[in-house]
């Protein structure tokens, strides 16, 4: 499994349009300006499968990927809805927690956070409610290569802190789509979450 057979499948705004359960899929999310799509296009060592969009939050729905034929991927919209409709913030509000408490073939989530900033409200909230849905997930922070790593550290402990007041421990990343080895990491990371069995993938 290299990453690089890379076919995108549909796109959903509701549980209804996306595909049938079937290989394990992996998701990603984040804030909308946390650059999840420039990162998932160096992940697949592709650089235009996933839309990249100067303006935060374009990701309108939840685009399902097939890699190499053994499991799907899947972008999902970036929490925070930048400049997007009522209507479109409101569909997105009901499909995201739905996708993610229920989707039968859902083994592990990637919640994407700013490594620049302290714990953001927003996305304290989306950890905590993964913590309390008993879903398994990954923290993976981007944009490393612009902090220091003095305060990339200082940042790393509080999201540990974080999750040890829920007594729940997660695996952190540190990633830039500067650093190939750091990416490399992060494949390696979706590839053994894929290979997990599933009777001890919660």
């Known amino acids: 499994m290299d990453f690089s057979q890379v076919t995108f499948l549909t796109g959903a705004r509701a549980l209804a349009q996306c595909p049938p359960p079937g290989l394990p899929e992996v998701a990603f999310v984040g804030r909308s300006n946390v650059g999840k799509s ?32 053994v499991f799907m991927c899947v972008d999902l919209p970036g929490y925070g809805y930048a400049r997007v409709d009522k209507s479109v ?3 997105w509000e009901k499909f995201l927690p739905a996708y993610l408490q229920t989707r ?5 989530i990637f919640v994407l956070i700013d490594a620049r900033h302290p714990p953001q409200k927003a996305d304290v909230k989306t950890v905590v409610w993964l913590v309390h849905g008993k879903r398994p997930f990954t923290l993976v922070m981007t944009k490393k290569d612009k902090i220091s790593s003095q305060r990339l550290e200082e940042h790393q402990a509080l999201w ?22 750091a990416v490399e990491v992060l494949r390696q990371q979706v590839a053994a979450v894929i290979s997990v069995p599933e ?4």
Not at 46 to 61: F, N
Not at 104 to 108: F, G, K, Y
Not at 199 to 202: D, E, F, G, S
Request: aromatic fraction near 8%.
């Open 38 to 69: 420039s990162l998932l296009n160096a992940l697949w060592k592709r650089r235009a499968m996933a839309y990249v969009s100067k303006t935060p939050g374009k990701t309108a729905e939840a685009n399902f990927f097939c890699v190499d034929d």
């Open 199 to 202: 009777a001890t993938r919660r």
């Open 89 to 91: 913030k409101r569909a």
């Open 160 to 181: 540990t802190a974080l999750l040890r007041e829920y007594h729940h421990h997660a695996d952190l990343l540190a990633v830039s789509i500067k650093e190939p080895q």
């Open 104 to 108: 039968e073939s859902l083994v592990h």
